[in-house]
Nanobody, 126 residues
Framework: QVQLVESGGGSVQTGGSLRLSCVAS????????LGWFRQSTGKDREGVAT????????LYADSVKGRFTISQDNAKNTVYLQMNDLKPEGTAMYYC???????????????????WGQGTQVTVSS
């Protein structure tokens, strides 16, 4: 089992920045891919960014390209999501997820992820 704990959410104004963190514990040795997803009220969960642990390859949703950056610190078993130039549509619960497998091409298919955190709320006001 892998446990994921997110932190760093909060309330910001449009154009502001936040940095989310997700610490993994447990059987982390078999994690291959980490990702960030978000879900707004009344909407389906959507993929935001993902990173392949071994290579550092990343992928972003079109809606966040150029504004969000996913990164990892393997020594700390931590994945980050730096979010800049936040917009009101970015208001959502943000979830960290981990996958045991590697798939090609890399994509944001949430069905690939085995473990999920409890989420951290991000609210962007206009």
């Amino acid at each position: 089992q892998v446990q994921l704990v997110e932190s760093g959410g909060g309330s910001v104004q449009t154009g502001g920045s936040l940095r989310l963190s997700c610490v993994a514990s447990g059987y982390t040795y078999n994690m291959a891919t980490l990702g960030w997803f978000r879900q707004s009220t009344g909407k389906d969960r959507e993929g935001v960014a993902t990173i392949r642990i071994s290579s550092g390859t990343t992928l972003y949703a079109d809606s966040v390209k150029g504004r969000f950056t996913i990164s990892q610190d393997n020594a700390k078993n931590t994945v980050y999501l730096q979010m800049n130039d936040l917009k009101p549509e970015g208001t959502a619960m943000y979830y960290c997820a981990a996958a045991q497998g590697s798939w090609y091409p890399l994509n944001l298919d949430e069905r690939r992820y085995n473990y999920w955190g409890q989420g951290t709320q991000v609210t962007v006001s206009s």
